[in-house]
C-alpha cells in the first residue's frame, strides 16, 4: 500500500467519498476535518510535524456530495452491483470475485429503436439518450444474446433493476470497487450489507477485520 486513499465521512459520519490521502491531509491541517482513523504506525512526516497517516476524515462542517460518476459498461455493471438484470446471474470467477468479461451491457430500449438518438422509458415516462445510466442495465451474455434488438416486454423478459442515475452511495460503492484492497480501516464506516460483497472486501481483509 504504498499511496493510500483515505475515506471522507460528512459531519453526521456518514461515508461520503474516497480521497488522496494527500487531500486528507489538506483537510485535516486546514481545519476543515478531523481523522477519525489513521493508519496504524504509518506517519505524514515533514520537517516541522508528524501527523498520523489519515484513514479515515470526517467534515467538521456538513457538505452536499456532487459527486458524479462517469457513464461507462464498466460503472453501469458495478452500479448494479455486478448482477444481470434480467436473470439475476452473478457470474463468479474461482477466487469470488465478480467475472466481468461474463457481463455485458444492455440498452434497455435498444439501439435499433430510437428515434433520433433518443427512446422513450416508459417506466419512468421520458426520453432519454439511448446510452445513458437510465437505459443501461448489466447483462449476462446468454440475456442480451436471447433479447437481441427488443424491448423487455416484446422480448418477455423481467428486467428486475430499474437503471438509475448513481445515487450518492452508489458513486462511492463504485468507487470503492475500483480500489483493489478495501482498507479495514473503513469497514466501520461502511453500510453493513456491503461487506458480503466480495469484489469489495476480499477473504482475507473479513478475516483481519473480523473479531
Ligand atoms: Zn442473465
Not at 457470474?91 to 461474463?102: F, Q, T, W
Not at 466501520?188 to 483481519?208: I, K, T
Request: hydrophobic share 40%; with cysteine; charged share 25%.
Amino acid at each position: 500500500m504504498s499511496t493510500p486513499f483515505a475515506l471522507q465521512l460528512n459531519a453526521d459520519y456518514g461515508p461520503m467519498k474516497v480521497l488522496r490521502w494527500e487531500r486528507a491531509v489538506e483537510l485535516v491541517l486546514a481545519g476543515k476535518a478531523v481523522t477519525v482513523a489513521a493508519y496504524e504506525g504509518r506517519f505524514v512526516r515533514s520537517e516541522s510535524l508528524a501527523l498520523p497517516w489519515p484513514s479515515v476524515v470526517a467534515l467538521k462542517r456538513y457538505a452536499r456530495s456532487r459527486e458524479r460518476v462517469r457513464f461507462s459498461s464498466r460503472n453501469v455493471q458495478a452500479r448494479d452491483a455486478w448482477t444481470c438484470a434480467y436473470c439475476g446471474l452473478r457470474p463468479l470467477l474461482h477466487d469470488g470475485r465478480p467475472d466481468r468479461k461474463g457481463l455485458t451491457l444492455d440498452h434497455v430500449i435498444p439501439r435499433a429503436q430510437a428515434k433520433g438518438g433518443t427512446v422513450y422509458l416508459p417506466w419512468s415516462r421520458r426520453w432519454v439518450k439511448v446510452s445513458c445510466w437510465e437505459n443501461a442495465v448489466a447483462a449476462c451474455a446468454s440475456c442480451n444474446t436471447r433479447k437481441a434488438d427488443r424491448t423487455p416486454v416484446q422480448a418477455h423478459m423481467d428486467l428486475r433493476i430499474y437503471p438509475r442515475v448513481p445515487t450518492h452511495a452508489d458513486a462511492l460503492r463504485i468507487t470503492l470497487d475500483r480500489i483493489a484492497h478495501v482498507p479495514p480501516e473503513w469497514t466501520a464506516w461502511l453500510p453493513e450489507r456491503w461487506r458480503a460483497q466480495p469484489d469489495l472486501f476480499g477473504e482475507a481483509d473479513v478475516r483481519d477485520v473480523g473479531d
